[in-house]
């Protein structure tokens, strides 16, 4: 299987503190990966690299078989830094990767319909074709009777869910999830969950920052946990999850399960 995304030797640091401190990943296209790591340790800020929400200050990061950040040397004998693409080009490959935030993140001047169709329209799709693909989003999520809705007058459950179409309506070749249910009122993680888990067996790429371990187990082909900015283990759930190697991947599964 082809990369659908790679992230080699990132790293990133807010004033002295490393927060990205030498990441490497390959995630084949089509599976779906859990991240998984305490507060603080970095999760957000790889995931919006990969999405160009934040730059790294070194570092590659592959959507594809297109290269988002390059390494480049300055100068004869220079350090290797970190060059941003041409907004150009960030916009494009940011078309291509679906993202779904915590709080959700819906305009809330647009009806459920717009927020999802709006990608789209902006992105010079006609409008009576981008609405009719809304509507499918819509009723993929289970939302197809919400759409003339506005965001305040749906749950956090219905919210997220209108999000989750929202990222998948420029047919994106991967779609990254920040903590989704981690905003929700307990009785509402299921119908996301619900959702994301209907996506993970669809085949699109998925990479999910999550605490939801039970649900990391079930879903993920691949499990990362991420401490210090580092990757301090990596595999299949049935080994970072059931047979942790690492202390520090012990002690952190105690405290969330
Ligand atoms: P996680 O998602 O794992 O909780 P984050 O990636 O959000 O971790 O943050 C990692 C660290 O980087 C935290 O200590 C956080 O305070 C810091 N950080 C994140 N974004 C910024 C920023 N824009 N400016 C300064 N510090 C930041
Ligand atoms: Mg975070």
Known sequence: MSAAIGIHGAHRAFGDQVVIDGVDLELPSGSVTVVLGPSGSGKSTLLRAINHLEPL??????VGDET????????????????????RLILRQRSRIGFVFQHFELFPHLTALENV?????????????ANARAQELLERVGLGDRGATRPR???????QRVAIARALAL???????????????PELVGEVLGVI????GSGTTLVIVTHEVAFAREVADHVVF????????????????DAPQHPRTRDFLSRVR
């Open 226 to 241: 991420l401490d210090h900015g580092r990757v301090v283990e990596q595999g299949p759930p049935a080994q970072v999850i």
């Open 117 to 129: 169709a709006e990608g789209p329209i902006a992105a010079g799709v006609p409008a009576a074709t």
């Open 153 to 159: 007058q749906l749950s956090g459950g219905q919210q």
């Open 197 to 200: 888990r209907a996506l993970a």
């Open 57 to 62: 200050d070194r570092g590659v990061v592959t």
């Open 171 to 185: 047919d994106p070749s991967v779609v990254l999830l920040d903590e989704p249910t981690s905003a929700l009122d």
């Open 68 to 87: 988002i950040g390059v390494r480049v040397r300055t100068g004869r004998g220079g350090v290797p830094r970190y060059k941003e693409l041409p907004e």
